[in-house]
């Protein structure tokens, strides 16, 4: 999967990778790391854009639908792995209240299989990204330790 996405939508693409947190990390985190919304990672990346105007596409990675829905539409030469769990009904007092919400969701078989498929083969194309922008998390740091192509790491 990750190859195939690579080759169709990366190859031959100079490509900005996005690990754009929302979610709990605002709350939980907030006090160490700052808090940020959509437009924060909006500005930064029209900053990155200005700074590198080799990039010709944006790859995008968020646990919140919210920010893939408006982060494609303000950078519309990007793309974002489609039809994967993101948070889509659950309010951010549940959110904080179940700090592990995303591995409790019963919406779908094998959810927590599933779930971890879809970690790594985001994880590994921004590993293969050119630039890589985001929050210091998880993701970020597995892209990093897998890195194949990162000539630049960008931290909000």
Same mark, same amino acid.
């Given at each position: 999967?990750?190859?195939?996405?690579?080759?169709?939508?990366?190859?031959?693409?100079?490509?900005?990778?996005?690990?754009?947190?929302?979610?709990?990390?605002?709350?939980?985190?907030?006090?160490?790391?700052?808090?940020?919304?959509?437009?924060? %990672?909006?500005?930064?990346? &029209? =900053? #990155?854009?200005?700074?590198?105007?080799?990039?010709?596409? /944006? $790859?995008?990675?968020? !646990?919140?639908?919210? %920010?893939?829905?408006?982060? &494609? =539409? #303000?950078?519309?030469?990007?793309?974002?792995?489609?039809? /994967? $769990?993101?948070?889509? !009904?659950?309010?951010?007092?549940?959110?904080?209240?179940?700090?592990?919400?995303?591995?409790?969701?019963?919406?779908?078989?094998?959810?927590?299989?599933?779930?971890?498929?879809?970690?790594?083969?985001?994880?590994?194309?921004?590993?293969?990204?050119?630039?890589?922008?985001?929050?210091?998390?998880?993701?970020?740091?597995?892209?990093?330790?897998?890195?194949?192509?990162?000539?630049?790491?960008?931290?909000?």
């Amino acid at each position: 999967k990750i190859d195939d996405i690579y080759e169709k939508e990366f190859k031959n693409e100079i490509v900005l990778g996005v690990m754009a947190r929302g979610s709990e990390y605002n709350f939980w985190h907030g006090d160490i790391y700052g808090v940020y919304n959509v437009d924060d %990672y909006a500005n930064k990346i &029209n =900053e #990155i854009l200005s700074l590198h105007s080799e990039i010709t596409k /944006i $790859f995008i990675v968020s !646990d919140e639908t919210e %920010y893939v829905e408006r982060l &494609n =539409e #303000i950078f519309p030469s990007s793309y974002y792995v489609p039809n /994967i $769990f993101r948070k889509t !009904d659950k309010t951010d007092e549940y959110i904080n209240k179940v700090p592990c919400w995303m591995n409790v969701s019963k919406k779908r078989k094998d959810h927590c299989k599933l779930l971890g498929e879809e970690t790594i083969i985001q994880t590994k194309l921004l590993s293969k990204c050119n630039i890589l922008f985001g929050r210091k998390c998880g993701i970020l740091a597995g892209a990093v330790l897998w890195n194949e192509n990162i000539k630049e790491l960008i931290t909000l």
